[in-house]
Structures are given as structure tokens and as C-alpha cells.
T-cell receptor, first 111, second 114 residues
Framework: SQQGEEDPQALSIQEGENATMNCSYK?????LQWYRQNSGRGLVHLIL?????REKHSGRLRVTLDTSKKSSSLLITASRAADTASYFCALNTGTASKLTFGTGTRLQVTL | DTEVTQTPKHLVMGMTNKKSLKCEQH?????MYWYKQKAKKPPELMFV???????INESVPSRFSPECPNSSLLNLHLHALQPEDSALYLCASSHVPSGWTEAFFGQGTRLTVV
């Protein structure tokens, strides 16, 4: 399967703490993207990391990619209640214009 | 305008009905996508339109019929659906038809087949 496997499936933390979620995959990738989905509605793109990159930052987000281990992690620092959502990694493989989404991590940030 | 607009937001239809989902973007994107998402599952790709032509069909049953009338519009025609087709249907677009750019998603149509 080209789908990414994410862990944990669910994560509950308090506001101000950091949240880390991981994505593992089995195939070679062109790039890996992270998306957020609030309450089962539309997805919002967070960050794209190319296969030749190891780390990227965007605001409170830090993404790492280890192609030798076929894994990526998303770190959200100083979490806020508004970060409560489901987070998906998405793999771009081959030459096709398609993304294959991972299984997702449901993040709950409490006050 | 960085929005992808989907209508309707909710749809309930019988198994003998014919309905259509609509998607619109005005960002000049040349790739548009339909995804299906069941509860607590990731989105699954259904179709990709590249420069208004169907480029990927992920073996979707023929009761789902996509249409791209122009570069801004994408429709999904529904006919003789089954209850298991109930799901959130998401439209997305990207600047070019490649996985190298981010995808912009609409808010989805929540479809219930009764």
C-alpha cells in the first residue's frame, strides 16, 4: 500500500505543550505534505517537504523527513486549543498528480 | 480569492435519485480533484482533471460521473447510489497537475444516501 501510517492515532495534550505525530511509509516519495482537517470539513495544507530535504519550519510547525527510515514527523510547538484537529500526512509518489493520505492523527488540545 | 467552493454543503438523496455536486475555484488552477472520505478515515482519491481533461480515474464505479465544463468548474454527477456511498465528498484544486504543489480543498459536501 502507498498509504502512510500515522501514529499515534489520537493524542490529547494541554495547551502550551508540544505535539508530535509521525508518519511512516513504504514506497519512495517525491515529496510529503501535511494537512489539517477541522471537524470533518475541508483540509488545509500546512507544509510540503521534498525528498531531498530533511527539515522544514513554518511558524510553530517543524517537519522532519528521514527517507532512509521512510518516516516523517510533524511537531507543533506551544499548542493552542485552536490546533485541535485531525492531521494527515500525504505522499506524492511516481509521476502522477495525486496524493495518497495517511491514516491520520486526531489531536485534542485542552485548556 | 484562495477558495474552493463546494455546493451543496449537505445532500440527502434516495437510491433512485440523480443529483450533482458542484465545485468552483477562481485561482487559475489547472488541476482539480474529487476525493471521498468516510468517517474517521483519510480522504481517498476518486478523479483527477488535468487541463479540463480526465487524467486519473481510481476505478470509481460508473454511478459516479465527473465533468469539468471549464477550468473553474468541476461537477460530480450521482446516479443510483448505494447507502455505502454516504460520505464527505471533497473537491480540491492545485496550480498545476502535479503532486509538487499544495492542494486547496473545499469544505466538502456531506452526502447521505437513504
Amino acid at each position: 500500500s502507498q498509504q502512510g501510517e500515522e501514529d499515534p492515532q489520537a493524542l490529547s495534550i494541554q495547551e502550551g505543550e508540544n505535539a508530535t505525530m509521525n508518519c511512516s511509509y513504504k514506497t519512495s516519495i517525491n515529496n510529503l505534505q501535511w494537512y489539517r482537517q477541522n471537524s470533518g470539513r475541508g483540509l488545509v495544507h500546512l507544509i510540503l517537504i521534498r525528498s531531498n530535504e530533511r527539515e522544514k519550519h513554518s511558524g510553530r510547525l517543524r517537519v522532519t523527513l528521514d527517507t532512509s527510515k521512510k518516516s516523517s514527523s510533524l511537531l507543533i510547538t506551544a499548542s493552542r486549543a485552536a490546533d485541535t484537529a485531525s492531521y494527515f500526512c500525504a505522499l506524492n509518489t511516481g509521476t502522477a498528480s495525486k496524493l495518497t493520505f495517511g491514516t491520520g492523527t486526531r489531536l485534542q488540545v485542552t485548556l | 480569492d484562495t477558495e474552493v467552493t463546494q455546493t451543496p454543503k449537505h445532500l440527502v438523496m434516495g437510491m433512485t435519485n440523480k443529483k450533482s455536486l458542484k465545485c468552483e475555484q477562481h485561482m487559475g488552477h489547472r488541476a482539480m480533484y474529487w476525493y471521498k472520505q468516510k468517517a474517521k478515515k483519510p480522504p481517498e482519491l476518486m478523479f483527477v482533471y488535468s487541463y479540463e481533461k480526465l487524467s486519473i480515474n481510481e476505478s470509481v464505479p460508473s454511478r459516479f460521473s465527473p465533468e469539468c465544463p471549464n477550468s473553474s468548474l468541476l461537477n460530480l454527477h450521482l446516479h443510483a447510489l448505494q447507502p455505502e456511498d454516504s460520505a464527505l465528498y471533497l473537491c480540491a484544486s492545485s496550480h498545476v497537475p502535479s503532486g509538487w504543489t499544495e492542494a486547496f480543498f473545499g469544505q466538502g459536501t456531506r452526502l447521505t444516501v437513504v
